[in-house]
């Protein structure tokens, strides 16, 4: 994993759902991540989908893996000023090593 | 809670200058690692230890080194500090191979570095 492709900037409305979109590169990670930068912090952990699955569900977080296209989607439902930061994609450079592929990490603008 | 803290915040420091960065992790893990995050072009890895005296190039480990004499500390040092290594440098510790699924990385809060 390489090259992790993300957009650089999202504008929501408060309420509305946030969509956010990556690319990964190597079609053997069994793990893909999403990590949330808050303002003047580090990263956090968000979330993260196991490889066999399609989809997984944490409270407003929706994670939906396309395994056929390298694609990976994070969904936030009834977003909150609270979900403005910086998220990440990241997918394991191989699978059992200890290094992750950072994508550029998505803004996220929560507007009233 | 894990723990990772990085002792600067914020340096301003002058061309040609030797810099330490240094990060300590609380919780026994097992590897460290530096990266550099800036603006378009997210977390960039420098370098990643992953043992005590073990130590391994990332993507861009030009004008850097690492030294970890103990396991909880993991220093980054810029022997002659440049403009173009002005940037935030973020630690993260983790316990499990990051390819098993558990392995999270823990992150500190980042220091920022202005070279002038």
């Known amino acids: 994993g390489e090259d992790v492709e993300q957009s650089l900037f999202l504008s929501v409305r408060e309420g509305d759902s946030s969509v956010i979109n990556c690319t990964y590169t190597?079609?053997?990670?069994?793990?893909l991540y999403w990590y949330k930068q808050e303002p003047g912090a580090g990263l956090q952990l968000l979330t993260y989908?196991?490889?066999?699955?399609d989809m997984k569900q944490d409270q407003r977080l929706t994670v939906l893996l396309n395994k056929k296209d390298k694609h990976l989607s994070l969904r936030i439902a009834d977003t909150q000023t609270g979900d403005s930061a910086i998220y990440f994609c990241?997918?394991?450079?191989?699978?059992?090593?200890?290094?992750?592929?950072f994508g550029a990490g998505t803004t996220v603008t929560v507007r009233a | 809670d894990v723990k990772v803290t990085q002792s600067s915040r914020y340096l301003v420091k002058r061309t040609g200058e030797k810099v330490f960065l240094e990060c300590v992790q609380d919780m026994d893990h097992e590897n460290m690692f530096w990266y550099r995050q800036d603006p378009g072009l997210g977390l960039r890895l420098i370098y990643f230890?992953?043992?005590?005296?073990?130590?391994e190039k990332g993507d861009i480990p030009e004008g850097y080194s690492v030294s970890r004499e103990k396991k909880e500390r993991f220093s980054l040092i810029l022997e002659s500090a440049s403009t173009n290594q002005t940037s935030m440098y973020l630690c993260?510790?983790?316990?499990?191979?990051?390819?098993?699924?558990?392995?999270?990385?823990?992150f500190g809060e980042g220091s920022r570095l202005t070279v002038l």
């Open positions: 190597d079609s053997s990670s069994t793990y």
């Open positions: 989908i196991f490889s066999n699955m």
């Open positions: 230890s992953y043992d005590v005296k073990m130590k």
């Open positions: 993260a510790s983790s316990f499990y191979p990051v390819g098993g699924g558990s392995g999270e990385l823990f």
């Open positions: 990241a997918e394991p450079i191989s699978s059992n090593d200890y290094k992750l592929s």
